[in-house]
């Protein structure tokens, strides 16, 4: 939906994407680490978009099979995510995000004005618009 | 591939309805930025920064 929003604002508007794998879903910090595994191989953005068609099925071997899938090289991939290459990026994500104040999932801001969870895109188009006439106004 | 920005920082601006405050007010934070993890324009007048999981 995001990438339908910066598509609406072409040249406007960038999207950065920050981990912040729950406790409670055991899941989500190795699909967190999987996904920055599948970037350092130029895939980012394919594998973050696959696993969340593919959740809650994260088994080790659906994340390897979903690298795979997008044609990265299975060895590099599989060695990253063994050595746990990304868990203190990871987790460097969660003490940024906690020192924002972040609970839940997902929390957004948008040039700073935090929206927490799920919103429409209506939601999205209006806090965007609100940004570019803060910023045209400086 | 994909190179790690050492702490290229974006400013967050911790919302203020009063003043709309963006970037290095008091309460601001910033956040490492992974060049992976980024999609859009670099120079776009408007970030969204998503904290989120897989599930």
């Given at each position: 939906m995001l990438g339908q929003v910066l598509a609406e604002f072409p040249g406007k508007v960038?999207?950065?994407?920050?981990?912040?794998?729950?406790?409670?879903?055991?899941?989500?910090?190795?699909?967190?680490?999987?996904?920055?595994?599948?970037?350092?191989?130029?895939?980012?953005?394919?594998?973050?978009?696959?696993?969340?068609?593919?959740?809650?099925?994260?088994?080790?071997?659906?994340?390897?099979?979903?690298?795979?899938?997008?044609?990265?090289?299975?060895?590099?991939?599989?060695?990253?995510?063994?050595?746990?290459?990304?868990?203190?990026a990871v987790d460097g994500d969660v003490a940024e995000g906690r020192a924002l104040g972040v609970t839940g999932t997902p929390t957004f801001f948008v040039n700073g004005r935090r929206m927490v969870g799920a919103h429409p895109i209506e939601t999205f188009r209006e806090a965007v618009q609100d940004a570019l006439a803060d910023a045209a106004r400086k | 591939m994909t190179r790690r920005l050492a702490l290229v920082a974006l400013a967050i601006?911790?919302?203020?309805?009063a003043c709309g405050a963006q970037t290095e007010t008091p309460g601001s934070a910033t956040v490492t930025v992974d060049a992976a993890m980024v999609k859009g324009a670099a120079e776009a007048p408007v970030t969204i920064v998503e904290f989120s999981d897989y599930q």
């Open positions: 960038r999207l950065v994407f920050k981990d912040f794998p729950l406790d409670f879903r055991p899941g989500a910090r190795p699909a967190a680490e999987a996904a920055r595994c599948a970037g350092a191989l130029g895939r980012f953005w394919e594998y973050h978009d696959l696993l969340f068609l593919a959740q809650p099925a994260f088994s080790r071997g659906d994340l390897v099979a979903y690298a795979s899938r997008l044609g990265l090289d299975r060895a590099a991939f599989s060695a990253c995510l063994e050595a746990g290459r990304y868990r203190r | 601006g911790l919302w203020s309805a």
